[in-house]
């Protein structure tokens, strides 16, 4: 066995975390018969032994022992006087077992066998990754962070395997460095150049639901079902849910005692505002429900073309909105119907558009204000100084000046 160092080989292969001991030694195995036909016609007649453990592998080979002279095929039969060579005591007819050193087989051919198992345990390594992570595709995984790049995090799981979590599929508020823990839904993966990538996605809503199913045993049990999830990671999300058992109350489990439940999945998604909502199947109902926390005046619905017209009292409509129009814009994807939000003028009709001061303040501050629902004076009036800041991008100093312009119209 001198020309291949087979101990350095197997150690080698030793450090593929990825692959058994008894498809390493098929691996090897297959490797070893595949040279020997190819140098002798066939590998019927011969019997591989491998000990990965020593490092060692025995190749022998099993021939008919015939008289001198009567050798038709010398790799399945050898001549009696070569035969009591190998042992005094064989007779014809016999079958002599014998030993083949590999450094019969010649320099150039050991080092194609080495580089050819080599690459079939790295090929095979792949595909059981491949193969592996494919059936985790919606599941979570955990890893450490390894290196973060500009467009990418690359982390690694217990076994060292790389994972991508690309910046598109991160929070916003997303910030790692390396050593740090991560967690991620497996949302895709897929061969390139024979190499498996595995990308990880946060912002997925499957990655929500996953969580819920860790945090909300009835939903992992299945007693509470999750009907549909929508997101703005980060931002805000609305998770519709339904329970089958009239003793469950899915929104109050899913929430927990003084939001215990909740909680823990808030922290994780970097304080995305969650909204867990009653599924009911009377359209009307769900579209109030999912415009939560502002409270519906009445709607009216469209089943043709799928639209509602919901109709709010003044104060409300910047709540259904919401700050930069998340609310009604995930309330729409919740429901599958497009919303559109209108004050109820029974309620006033002594307001004033919102457009009429556009002499005086900037037409950039009242698209602010529309963008929160705030379109006419008074619904700006009604909310507190604190609370358009909050929900604006607008100084403090700003909303003094345009709440001082709107009162001044009613004084």
Partial sequence: MEHINLVETFSEFKEFKNIDRETLMRI????????????????????????IDKG??????????????????????????????????????????????LVDFG??????????????????EKDNVYRKYKDKIGEIVTGEVYQVWKKEILVLDDEYIELILPKSEQIPTDFYRKGDTIRAVVSKVEMKNNTPFIILSRTSPVFLERLFESEVPEVYDGLITIKNIVRVPGERAKVAVESYDDRIDPVGACVGM?????????RELKNENIDVINYTANPELFIARALSPAKISSISISEENK?????????????????????IKLAGKLTGYEIDVYRDMDVDSEDVD??????????WIIDELKNIGCDTAKSVLELSTEELVN???LEEETILEVTRILKAEFE
């Fill in 56 to 101: 060692d592998l025995e190749i022998w080979r099993n021939r008919e022992i015939v008289e001198d002279g009567d050798v038709e095929d010398e790799n399945t039969q050898i001549a009696y006087s070569e035969a009591i060579k190998i042992e005094p005591d064989f007779e014809v007819g016999e079958e002599a077992s014998e030993e083949l050193k």
């Fill in 354 to 363: 919102l457009q009429e001061f556009s002499d005086e303040i900037d037409q």
């Fill in 107 to 124: 320099r150039r051919e050991i080092l194609t066998i080495r580089q050819n198992l080599v690459s079939k345990i790295q090929e095979y």
């Fill in 391 to 393: 929900r604006t991008d």
């Fill in 28 to 51: 090897i195995e297959d490797i070893f018969r595949h040279m020997l036909i190819k140098k002798f016609g066939s590998d019927e007649n011969f019997d591989i032994i491998v000990n």
């Fill in 258 to 266: 003084k939001g215990s439940r909740i909680h823990g999945i808030v």
């Fill in 307 to 327: 639209k509602a017209d919901v109709y709010l009292k003044p104060e409300q409509v910047s709540l259904a909105i919401g700050k930069g129009g998340y609310n």
